[in-house]
């Protein structure tokens, strides 16, 4: 917290810069509206008024407990939009039918959806809930509403509230509930460092006669007996998980890998790192093996989620083995791996296997003045690894993840907000991440970010008094393997440009700075295809979007935090009915052809990022369907900035300027401009993948 408090202190060399906080006008008044209704999305209103229209448009209509099933069910597949309608769908059943019981159980499922999706203060709030609607049978809903509670306290770190709210949770838990709420409670004690109480809580649980709960139970037992010391005892145990693993058919290969992750960490407890090394090697080789059987891309993200623990041991290792090029190779490695299967799998590079790029095969790749700069947040610290065609460095920073995040958060809302601490606190979160670094002026930068990271508009970062824009063209990358893939899939794009803009949705919803900044771009490609109004209609987008050579959408965009791949663009209504393009539904177009997707859209290139450092949302999407390059913006945009920054930024690519360089020329010239200094203005767009493209002719 001193770090993200003192990053905030006034500058007044920065101040003088800056605009006051009035500045943004309408413009913020108007966005800070657009944030309001996004954080409304998922209130209980909201979800009993989309659960009534999804009930009336369900052919079959089913029984309330059903959706209840479905719920659950589409929970553990990790398909969390759709559990949470589906228990939207039984909640409006519940309430029209004045079932208590069942309006119980519809806020336990989504109490549930919104603890798996990370969002935990609704989690609690959907917990309680459920707890003051008491249930028929009570270790149907309270149980697992109080060991929700207990989850949410530790992935807070409050450890001592978690260990309250599973022993309520013991209390009112049917028989094949509770092993799951001792596991859980075990697990918090073992984090809260009261290791007796642990032991008598493992041990009164009853061997089950699944193997796989085994297998999960066994693996506690193991991270038990390493934070009791007894490593010798934990490395048999884990080893004998290894030699068993085959009789757990289903998922084998699952378990040999978290047992080698036992094994390394016993082995480390022993001091023998390179030992150690070398077991986590073989577990993500396992890994690997194990995630290509699976074809639902969700469960493929959700289990490499559960991972992010073992990469980072592993980048630990070989930093501390004084290896920062196989550290490097095994964060690569760590990142964005659905999307690499995407990617991979497309055009003149879908001979090439989905696996990430070694630095060594990179570094030859680079181009004389570019440098690829690549964080990883670990809990501690924040490795940064500066690689070009001549060496790779690494520096470890003295950030650790939950200062990180905080700060990100507190950043984005200052600039978000147009207020003028921001810029000063540019500077200090420059000469943090950024200074130490030693870039030299003029480089070519493709960052790739990890974790919060994603979320932080780096060209308003300040070094020796100027924004990183001034000293470096800026490009994002969600891995270097993606990037350079990208990259090589199109150089360059003929001027085929198709645009859409101001799409007829509501009043609430006119954008006529987009309608005259699609006609502007109009004039810069003589050929270009436009739809405004209410041609700019979902219709339109899929008959002709595979056809562009770039396609711009200026437009609204409704980001989905609970399942980003429900991420939204509002388009023009159809048929008297509001219309909208999901990420989800962009996964299934065809898009090989189009070099460059810009999406003039508020927050277009959210979404979460898991623990698997997978950005969902609409990157994911239009490059997985084939872009190779994207213009997405990070918080809601003002009208007027946005035309002159698009304006310019195809402007110069009409020239013949690539893109990363035409970003960089319209994101300086925003700056420049009179009454439009703040970064709130210029700074939300980032250039995402294939940073060289140029247009031809």
Known sequence: MPLVLSVFAPDAAAQSEAQPAAVAGSELTRTSGALERLDDVDTLLSLTSEGALLYENDEVKLDGYQYCSQAVALAERGELRRSVQAASKALHVALQSGNNDLLGKAY?????????????????????????????????????????????????????????????????????????VQASLANALILSKDLPRARTVLDAIEPPDDPIRRGQLQRTRGRL??????????????????????????????????????????????????????????????????????????????????????????????TELDQPARAFDISERSRARALLDSVSDRGEVSAVASEAMAVADLQPLLRADETVVAYHSLPDRLLVWMVDRERVRERSLPVPRADLEQLVDAWRDALVHGQTAAVGAGGQIGELLIAPLGLEPGRRLIIVPHGALHYLPFQALRVDGQYLIQRHPIAIAPSTSIAVKLAARTPSTAPDLVAFGNPDVGPEYALPGSEQEVKQLATLFPDATIYLNDQASEAHFRKIASQAGMLHVAAHAQADRVDPLYSRILLANEDGKQNFLEAREVLDLDLDGVALVTLSACESGLGRVTDGDEVLGFTRAFLSAGSSGLVVSLWPVADDATALLMTTLYGELAKGTDLMRAMQIAQLTVLEHPGMAHPFFWAPFDVVGNWRLTVRG
Do not use: C
């Open 108 to 180: 336990r499922d989504l109490a549930i959806t919104f603890s798996y999706a990370g969002s935990l203060e609704r989690a609690e709030a959907f917990a309680k809930l459920a707890l003051a609607h008491p249930a028929k049978d009570p270790t149907q809903t309270e149980g697992p509403a109080h060991k929700t509670i207990g989850d949410v306290r530790v992935r807070q770190q409050r450890y001592p509230e978690a260990i309250a709210s599973y022993e309520t949770a013991l209390q009112t838990s049917s028989d094949r509930f509770r092993p799951l």
């Open 225 to 318: 007996l390493v934070a009791e010391n007894r490593f010798d005892e934990a490395l048999a145990l884990f080893q004998h998980e290894l030699e068993t693993a085959d009789s757990i058919t289903e998922d084998a290969g699952f378990y040999r890998m978290w047992a080698l992750d036992g094994i390394s960490r016993s082995q480390a407890a022993l001091g023998r790192p390179a030992e150690a090394a070398r077991s986590l090697e073989q577990a993500l080789a396992s890994f690997d093996q194990v995630r290509a059987r699976f074809r639902s891309e969700e469960f493929k993200m959700g289990l490499f989620s559960d991972l992010q623990k073992v990469f980072e041991r592993a980048i630990g290792l070989y």
